[in-house]
């Protein structure tokens, strides 16, 4: 499967104060863009086997773009239908745009549907404020019929993006709990927001929180009530006899192209160490190559004795934002992937 990011938009109603796009230039991308962007995808997912592509519609609030994303699902289904190619759609959005019209889209589309919620009233509000400055969670709430609907219409679960930052942290667990117990979302991906140096104190009380996400996540499996806690993904890949942490695959199997055309690996280093290029020109395959190699070079990483099963140092695009080497890596995220290697040995037999 081959995956493309289209940054529809850089317009959000909402100022969260830990987005990785930071200060918006409230650019819509040009339709001409779009479509460029997606003919490079095309041409690659062709060369895939299985000849599936999957298109994130991200922004800002990508929703404010309705229109625009109407028509680019227009034009990809047919040239998907022409080039026999198998398309998945999945949008991110804050939840705080939703009428009767955008859910019939969402539903007849089949689009899968990323809603960004960090827990709580109080933990929610804590960053994803209006311009205003006033917490959106209640906004959210006042669209959760639609969300039910899209779930018993679909069949598809919502996956609920919950993101851990320095001041929201030591609630991990609770917010979790929240989004499961309470909201009933059967989904819950947990990401922490690695813009920011961490403390050891402050990853030792994240690693806690770690693992009491991972005790409540078994005894709901055990009692017949099991949710998907997306870091549990990443956790089962060190049960593996072996895993290649090299290259990534971006350029390769994913891009994310931003409003003005420029092409990057992924979402996590939107700076100019993490341009491949853009929708005019094509690739850099200089930087691809080096991507690449970046498993065959003499590091630090390489004489971890945990190198083969790191999930951290297999986030190029993550290490090159944070130290603009290419064979560096986020100190923050090694401390902890050590915790999260902890967490797999004491649990492994009760996660299977």
Known sequence: MYTITLEVNQICNLRCDYCYLGEKTNQIMPEEIACKGLEIAFLNVEKHKDKRLWVDFVGGEALISFALLQKLVEYIEEEAAKRTIAVSYSITTNGTIMNNEVLEWLVNNRVHLKLSIDGTMETHDRNRKTKHGIGSYRNIMQNISYFREYEERTKQYIQVAHVVTQNNYWEAFKSVKHLVEDLHFSIVDSSIDVTHRWTVEQLDKLGQEWENILCYYIKKKENGQA???????????????????????????????????????????????????DVEKGFSVRKIKEYRELANQSNACLKCNIHAKCQSCKCIMNNLSYSNQINGYNPDMCYFEKKKITLWNKYDKKIG
């Open 227 to 277: 949710f998907l806690w997306a870091p549990i993904l990443d956790l089962k890949k060190y049960g593996e006899e072996y895993v290649n942490s090299g290259f990534c695959g971006v350029g390769l199997i994913q891009i994310y192209v931003k409003t003005d055309g420029g092409i990057y690996g992924c979402a996590a280093n939107l700076e100019s160490s993490g341009c491949l290029g």
